[in-house]
């Protein structure tokens, strides 16, 4: 069964940092592009940060950028999102996805984890 | 930014047809992918490229795309269609993808 699995989430105070993770399975990790999409509470959807299959372009929302870093291990079938310098407004449930159109991307998102919720709370 | 722009709401009698629209600037020019996300749920894919299906996703399900607006067809409406819908596309420019601000179908 192709699965995508975050961990990492909590409650963090503005300022800090957390990194979360995702893992896969049921599927070649390395022949995949991944993407990290996050969700407010009440809010839509809001697309993060994606990786290829080997780290070659790696792209962020305006509102993450320099602030967020995606990274993957292939030989661990693991993605992360290390997030520094965390505000209020990154409060949201934070979900993995693979881009179906494989290495490169450019594809929907086909497969989702459950999601990781983070809180920044002082 | 490529910005999406989607219906806060739409109603629908069971057994009718629901279209959702998400306008965008010449997005006849792009793919786009249709997302269905219920309460504490995952997401899921039900049309992408335009008009494919997934697999599992019902025929009731269809979609189109051109000039400035795609349309996501749900006929036959059935109460579990009930979910926030979101179009979301690949802007190649800035590589960043882009979500529509999401639509709540509601059965009445």
């Known amino acids: 069964q192709e699965q995508l699995v975050e961990s990492g989430g909590g409650v963090v105070q503005p300022g800090r940092s957390l990194r979360l993770s995702c893992g896969a399975s049921?599927?070649?990790?390395?022949?995949?592009?991944i993407h990290w999409v996050r969700q407010a509470p009440g809010k839509g959807l809001e697309w993060v940060a994606f990786t290829p299959y080997d780290e070659s372009d790696k792209y962020y929302a305006d509102s993450v950028k320099g602030r967020f870093t995606i990274s993957r291990d292939n030989a661990e079938n693991t993605v992360y999102l290390q997030m520094k310098s965390l505000r209020v407004e990154d409060t949201a449930v934070y979900y993995c996805?693979?881009?179906?159109?494989?290495?490169?991307?450019?594809?929907?998102?086909?497969?989702w984890g459950q999601g990781t919720m983070v809180t920044v709370s002082s | 930014s490529y910005v999406l722009t989607q219906p806060p709401s739409v109603s629908v009698a069971p057994g009718k047809t629901a279209r959702i629209t998400c306008g965008g600037d010449n997005i006849g020019s792009k793919s786009v992918h249709w997302y269905q996300d219920k309460p504490g749920q995952a997401p899921v894919v039900v049309i992408y490229y335009d008009t494919a299906r997934p697999s599992g996703i019902p025929e009731r399900f269809s979609g189109s795309n051109s000039g400035n607006t795609a349309t996501l067809t749900i006929s036959r409406v059935e109460a579990g269609d009930e979910a926030d819908y979101y179009c979301q596309v690949w802007e190649s420019r800035s590589g960043q993808r882009v979500f529509g601000g999401g639509t709540k179908l509601t059965v009445l």
């Open positions: 996805a693979r881009d179906g159109r494989g290495n490169h991307g450019g594809g929907a998102f086909d497969i």
């Open positions: 049921g599927f070649t990790f390395s022949n995949f592009a």
